[in-house]
């Protein structure tokens, strides 16, 4: 998000697994005009509320109980995600989640004019920064 936060603010922002919202309101702090953070957590919807509010940040920010799956079609120039592997093996109709799938998921961006702004990964994790190409 960082690496973003440097670029043109995003209009619209999809945080799927918002946990805290910490990702909602970077988004919003950083100009995102809408952001829409979502997660099947009600603990974490009570947090992120909670948050948003006490960061006075909900004009910009909606926070949503539900799946990701769910809101996956929904219009973003951002879209954040912190969800689990079944949920991302779903997203993708994929097989199991490997570092091969990893590899053609980043192929994936690439051919859809996404860069690869910034690739982490650490154990288990993985995570890319990734914006359309035009963007950058």
């Keep these: 998000m960082g690496d973003l ?17 910490i990702l909602a309101l970077a988004a919003a702090k950083w ?6 953070a979502i997660d099947c957590n009600e603990l974490a919807v009570e947090t992120t509320l909670r948050n948003v509010l006490s960061n006075e940040e909900s004009q910009r920010i909606e926070v949503r109980m539900g799946k990701a799956e769910d809101f996956i079609e929904e219009e973003a120039d951002l879209v ?3 969800i689990h ?11 199991p989640f490997s570092r091969r799938d990893a590899e053609e ?13 910034r690739r982490l990964q650490e154990k288990n994790w993985l995570t890319h920064s990734a914006a359309p190409s035009s963007a950058l």
Excluded: P
Aim: aromatic share 2%; with cysteine.
């Design 5 to 21: 936060s440097k670029r043109e603010a995003e209009k619209k922002v999809l945080d799927l697994g918002t946990g805290s919202g």
């Design 31 to 36: 100009g995102a005009e809408k952001v829409l």
């Design 80 to 82: 954040c995600a912190s």
């Design 85 to 95: 592997l079944q949920v991302i093996e779903f997203l993708l109709k994929k097989r």
């Design 105 to 117: 998921i980043e192929r994936r961006l690439i051919r859809r004019s996404v860069e690869i702004v």
